[in-house]
């Protein structure tokens, strides 16, 4: 669907033009999350909205169109301003855009973007762009922290119980596709859980990795069973379409995940474990038998317990049972309590968090929103007559929507700590850097380097 970018934009941003002081020049805001969920964020999105929307210029189409739709719509339409954009700017929006480098994890309530009009006769514009640019910050941010927490809680658990976390980045694997509202969300959301796993079954976020931040190939799965895979041969042939998907997949080296509660998941264990037991073995392959239903803790640890009776274990350095030829993938009902939950549970039964990987859906890229982690866009200074003002807002009933004063910069402390300072202060060692002026892009980022800069609390 073709998006026009005059429109991309709440109803009453259309009358805003009409509301600044007169002799306003310049429109100064910036993006920050102001708390919520986590302390901290994993910071994404920018660059996919930069290239998508912003580097290309509206035309006199879209002009014709947009007005159409606001008259009708009851507000008042900025013609002349669309039209001096056409004229003087190609169509390209004339702003600029900061922000720090994506990937990088810093403390919440700190200035993430900023963004102001460079030329005075658009000073409306900084506020114009709010919805669409904040909806991109606020989305790939959240998820990508949601996908980050769920990181940190597996990454502790080998620390304890696994002899190397080098399996990590395929602990937890994007089950989302379906589960959101679109397939831009997929998209968008599949590429921010991305940056900290390598293991999806979105396509579409292998898509956007490659579109919006030049990635090769940024994500990975393997052949999986569904249940009309199984269900589909009859009740009474469950083990033979389980024999099959060893026939056709399972090859040396490889990995295959057989979802296998269709009936009966502490029985197909068994079967795994007893008639299709030398078939796995001498295949060379890893099965992964995926539970997905009942309590996630419970089923998880009794699947390991019947698996182990089977196919046995090796004991680790740190003491913990790491089972021969098979692992657990836990689909269902994953979050992280459910995460947390399973590891600990496993660890009290003497099991490696090896043994057991995490898909995720719906709670990995749906079930956030804005307020997860408060974002807000909020204009901080404006020009009015050639002289900066300090804007800001502090409502009493709610001291959490304190707004930030003035021109913001982004500075490192001692320690790693980030903060935010007035622009003046920051001086050189300003981490916002230009992102998009006038249509042109700059310091923009790969998915290696954003990666890189997430993966930095997780070396050893």
Known sequence: MKTNAILNTDSYK?????QYPDGTEYVYSYIESRGGAWDQVVYFGLQSFLREYLSKPITQADIDEAELIITAHGEPFNRAGWQYIVDNHTGYLPLEVRAVDEGTILPVSNVLVTVVNTDPNCFWLTSYIETALLRAIWYGTTVATNSYESKKLIYQAMLETSDSTDGLAFKLHDFGA????SEESA????????VNFMGTDTISALLAAKRYYDADMAG???PAMEHSTVTSWGRENEVSSYRNMLNQFAKPG???????DSYDIYNACKLWGTELKDQIIQSGATLVVRPDSGDPATVVVKC???????FGHTINSKGYRVLNNVRVIQGDGIDHASIRSILFCMDLAGYSA???AFGQGGALLQQVNRDTLKFAMKCSAIRVNGEWRDVYKDPITDSGKRSKKGLLGLVQM?????ATVPQDQAGGKNFLKLRFRNGELFNQTTFAEVRERADEPFKN
């Open 414 to 418: 001692v320690g790693g700590y980030y």
């Open 220 to 222: 990975f799965s393997i």
């Open 178 to 181: 379906r589960g959101v509202s």
């Open 304 to 310: 390991l317990k019947i698996l182990d009776q089977y």
């Open 14 to 18: 259309t009358s805003q033009k009409w």
């Open 354 to 356: 090896d043994n057991v």
């Open 187 to 194: 998209a968008l959301g599949g590429t921010a859980h991305l």
């Open 254 to 260: 490889a990995i295959i995940a057989a979802v296998s």
